[in-house]
């Protein structure tokens, strides 16, 4: 397998598409090529740190009254007459 | 669930407020998420949130119960945030610029709260890392990688989001994560 078509598979198997054929492909190429290795190891670690950032709860928030105020900009309700029931 | 935005919907459209209000109290924080990562302004973010929610209550009776909610409205307050960051940037080749953004186009951090205890300061360190990291990218890549990791959708509910094939958001997360990677092995630029 070239180094190319390696990274392809990389990504994929990231997202979770890699059929498993392609998998063991992509292991054997792993076991032989030690850049393609390293460059798996760091993309997965990308991986990892990119869904971490999101498991702290972000420091910024909406306020409290966030519901209100978006309620009190609204225009007045109006009678609609669903198209769907 | 779905099932439950699809009463409140049902029951907004027949003037109902609180079940409106619902319905904004579900999403509020997800779309000031979305936005606040897409446009790194605490005061756009919050102004695409009232946006987003006066369209959906504007727009209500064109919702089709045969999508999902969180999809439409995803759809509505990613292109709002997007609107905003094109407005704020000229124009450019997106494609050619990858590789050459530094994430420094004037935004500031907000400042999360000053007692984060030290056992948390690298863990915090690490996501501002990454925040600026994304917040780089050019617009295209950006919004797919804060609809991927951010708000952890599928590829899948991108694409229904973006209203694009699975293949190019494939490619975009491809390539936003290429680009991530060296950014964030070589924070010295």
Redesign the interface.
């Known amino acids: 397998m070239e180094c190319k078509q390696a990274v392809s598979f990389m990504h994929d198997y990231l997202d979770g598409d890699l059929p498993s054929e392609q998998a063991r492909e992509l292991q054997s190429h792993l076991d032989a090529c030690p850049e393609c290795r390293s460059a798996f190891r760091s993309l997965e670690e990308t991986e990892m740190m990119l869904f971490a950032a999101n498991r702290k709860t972000e420091s910024v928030a909406l306020s409290e009254d966030a519901t209100d105020r978006i309620m009190s900009f609204l225009p007045q309700p109006k009678k609609h007459s669903p198209v769907w029931n | 669930m779905d099932n439950l935005e699809t009463r409140l919907v ?1 029951l907004a ?3 109902d ?1 609180r079940a ?2 619902e319905i ?2 579900l999403y ?2 997800r779309i ?2 979305l936005a ?1 990562r897409m446009l790194s302004n ?1 005061h756009e973010a ?1 102004d695409v ?2 946006e987003t ?2 369209r959906v ?2 727009n ?2 064109r919702y089709d ?1 045969g999508q999902k909610f969180s999809t439409w409205i995803y759809r509505i307050g990613t292109n709002l945030s997007i609107d905003r960051l094109r407005k704020r940037k000229p124009t450019y080749s997106l494609d050619a610029e990858i590789g050459d953004q530094d994430g420094a186009d004037g935004y500031a951090l ?4 000053n007692r984060t205890p030290e056992t ?1 300061y690298m ?2 360190e ?2 501002t890392t ?2 600026e990291a994304i917040d780089g990218l050019p617009p295209k890549y950006k919004t797919v ?1 804060i609809l ?3 708000q ?1 959708l599928s ?1 899948q509910e991108i694409s229904e989001v973006l209203d694009m094939p699975v293949t190019t958001i ?1 490619t975009r ?2 390539r936003g ?2 680009f ?2 060296k950014k ?2 070589s924070p010295q630029r």
Do not use: C, N, W
């Open positions: 049902k459209l027949k003037g407020q409106f209000a904004v109290d509020k924080d000031f998420h606040y605490r919050e949130v009232q929610f006066l209550y504007r209500l009776d119960p907000i400042p999360g709260d948390e863990i915090s690490t996501r990454i925040h990688m991927r990791y951010l952890e590829l494939k997360v491809h994560r290429e991530l990677r964030l092995e």
